[in-house]
Structure formats: C-alpha cells, structure tokens
C-alpha cells in the first residue's frame, strides 16, 4: 500500500489520460482539485485535419513526464505523497492508451500504490464533481464528445452506468469538426464554429434535426427517442455551402456556423432534458469537449430550468480531455473501496461505458 498515509482530507490520487491527443496530468486531494496539466499535439494534427494517432502516441511520450512535473510542481506535493494512481484504460486511440498505462503502471509499481484503470467516458462524468460537488445518487448524463454522443443514466458513477441512447453514426464533435472543414476553419473545428456562430443568426437556414419526431418514435422500426444521428446535417451543411458556391455567392460563414450549432444543441438539449423528464430524473450532467460550447449550455440551462430540471455543467477546460477527471474518478473508486486492477492492467480501445473500471 501506501508509503505515505492519506492526508487529512483523503487520499492524493494522480490521474493520467493519453487516450487522444491531450497528455493530462491531474492530482486530487479527496474531492478537491489540486493541479490539471496538460499538453497537447492538436497542432500537430492540424494540417491533416483529424488526429494522426502515431503522431499522438509520439508526443504523449515526450510530454509525458515535463506534464507530471508540472502537475507535481502546481500541487506542491511529491511523487511519493501520491496514494493511488488511476489512467484511462480505455476508450481511445490504442497506441496512445499504451503510453499512458505503461507509464500509470511504472508509477504505481515504483511507488507502491494501487492503479485503477478507469473508462474515459466514466470520467468525463465523474470531473463534475471536482467543481459542483458529489454527484447526486442519479443523474442523466449526456457526454457529447468528438467521439462519442451518449445519454446516460448515472447511479453510481463507480459502478452503475447504463446508455439511454447515443449516435448512431457520427459523434457531435466529429460534426463539428466536419462542418468547420467545409467552411474552412481551422481544425479542432468546435471552438471555432462556437465563436464563428456568435456573429451569425441561428435562424438564418432551417437544417435538418436527425432523429427528432417521426423519425425518433419507431417509425422505421426500433424506438430512437433517445439516440442521435449527425451525418444527415453534415452532409445537409455541406450540399448548402456547395450550391452557394456553385452559385458564384459568397458564403456566410457565421449564419452557416449559427444554424448548423443550432440544429445541434436544439436536439440535444431537448432530448436531454425530455429523457430526464420522463425517467423522473431531476439532475443532469453535461460532459466532454462539445460541453464546452457556450449555445450547448446557455439552451441546456434554459431548458432544463423550464422543465424543473437541475443542470450541472464543469467549466470547458474540464469538460474536453484533461488529466483530472480521471483522478476524479478514481478518488471517488478509491473512496468507494473498489478492487484496483491488477499490474497486468490491458489497453481497452473499443472499452464500453458501461465499464467503468477495468
Ligand atoms: O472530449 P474531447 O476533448 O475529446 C474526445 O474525447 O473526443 O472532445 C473533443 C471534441 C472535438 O470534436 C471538438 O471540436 C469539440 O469537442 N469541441 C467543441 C467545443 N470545444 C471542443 N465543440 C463545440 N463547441 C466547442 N466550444
Ligand atoms: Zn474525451
């Protein structure tokens, strides 16, 4: 076990995520967050227009102990202050996960402590509790990400996670960055279709909302009121830019970037709020990169106070990838007296959130 006994507040527990291009580093103190570094190769990737995953898995390696180094220094704790060490297992690119455990594991073994393998998208849920404290006993979550687009339901963020629903083709943040493409900005293309649409009216083109009315309620066969579909907007997004610019006109970019977000955070927001509703949820969770985008969480917010709903939303820099949600969850795995995973600890690419840990 530990060299050093837990502090007064609770076990130090150290968090790794390499499962994409950000290497993060987090360190808490029982719920307290006390350093996030991170550092990131998205401008690596930049030129290419989607992460290259052996450039990511380069780069973690080389990050990978300036980022330890830094999250130590901004906690003032050392190394051998530290009680457990949790890493994302799973999912993500598989080389970039090889990085990440390897190193989790070296640390633990060299430090005596446990390792807790955990599932990115557990973790993505779990930061919440760093800025709005214990999670409550259920929550729906919707965890909007670039490779993920889930509706949750949360009874125990350690153990307990079943999907409602989630895209059945691409991930919100991949259609983010899709559209972005078309309109020629820069890659990652959220933030930048976010403050794109700040200048544009939302109302400008009506684009399709995938999944919504008929569509949702069985019509074609199984029940999708709680799933998403993107890639009929993006392609929807992409014919209107090209007939605009087969047409010899100028194409408005913020009204484009305005009415593509908007058919976006319109479904997800009302299928978020609808499912809460239904299940006799009162609190709902927001997570991943694309919780970051400010029209997401103004309407989430608006939304779910109409419908009597209590919306926990972390700041964006906790909400894409970073070092301490996984030390999130795996304080509250520690704090839940979970069995910790074994040296042999596997990479798990294809892991399912319904794992939480490995
Ligand atoms: O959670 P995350 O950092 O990594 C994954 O696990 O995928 O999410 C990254 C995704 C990217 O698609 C990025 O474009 C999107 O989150 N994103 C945003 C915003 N910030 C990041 N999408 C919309 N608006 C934003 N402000
Ligand atoms: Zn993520």
């Not at 992460?51 to 380069?58: G, I, K, M, T």
């Not at 102990?65 to 901004?74: F, K, S, V």
């Not at 999912?91 to 390792?115: E, N, Y």
């Not at 969480?297 to 106070?305: N, Q």
Request: with cysteine; hydrophobic share 45%.
């Amino acid at each position: 076990m530990s060299p050093a006994a837990p502090g007064a507040d609770g076990p130090l527990v150290l968090g790794i995520e390499t499962s994409c291009d950000e290497t993060g580093v987090g360190l808490v103190r029982g719920g307290t967050l006390l350093a996030d570094a991170l550092a990131s190769s998205v401008e690596e990737h930049a030129r290419f227009g989607g992460v290259v995953p052996e450039v990511a898995s380069r780069a973690h390696l080389e990050a990978f102990l300036p980022t330890l180094d830094r999250a130590c220094a901004e906690a003032g704790v050392r190394l051998d202050d530290v009680d457990a060490v949790a890493v994302t297992s799973g999912p993500g690119l598989a080389g970039a996960l090889v990085v990440g455990v390897s190193a989790a594991k070296a640390l633990a073994l060299g430090l005596g402590v446990p390792l807790y393998g955990v599932n990115h998208l557990a973790a993505h849920v779990a930061v919440d509790s760093l800025q709005n404290g214990p999670l409550p006993d259920v929550a729906l979550a919707l965890l909007v990400s670039g490779g993920h687009s889930s509706l949750l339901r949360v009874d125990d963020v350690t153990a307990d996670i079943d999907v409602l629903g989630q895209t059945l083709d691409d991930a919100a943040g991949e259609a983010f960055d899709k559209v972005a493409r078309v309109l020629g900005l820069p890659f990652p293309g959220g933030p930048h279709v976010d403050r794109a649409a700040r200048d544009g009216d939302p109302a400008a083109i009506r684009f399709p909302r995938g999944l919504t009315g008929a569509q949702a309620t069985g019509r074609h066969g199984r029940d999708h009121t709680d799933d998403f579909s993107f890639s009929g907007l993006k392609t929807a997004v992409a014919r209107w830019v090209e007939r605009a610019r087969d047409a010899g006109r100028d194409v408005p970019v913020a009204d484009v970037a305005a009415s593509f977000q908007e058919a976006v955070v319109d479904v997800l927001s009302a299928k978020a709020v609808a499912a809460c509703r239904r299940e006799g949820v009162s609190h709902l969770v927001l997570g991943g990169g694309v919780a970051a985008n400010s029209r997401l969480r103004a309407l989430v917010t608006e939304r779910a106070a109409a419908g009597g709903v209590a919306v926990r939303i972390p700041r964006p820099a906790l909400c894409t990838d970073n070092g301490a949600m996984v030390a999130a969850l795996g304080s509250l795995l520690v704090q839940a007296g979970r069995e910790p995973s074994g040296l042999d600890l596997p990479t798990d690419p294809a892991m399912t959130v319904g794992r939480v840990l490995a």
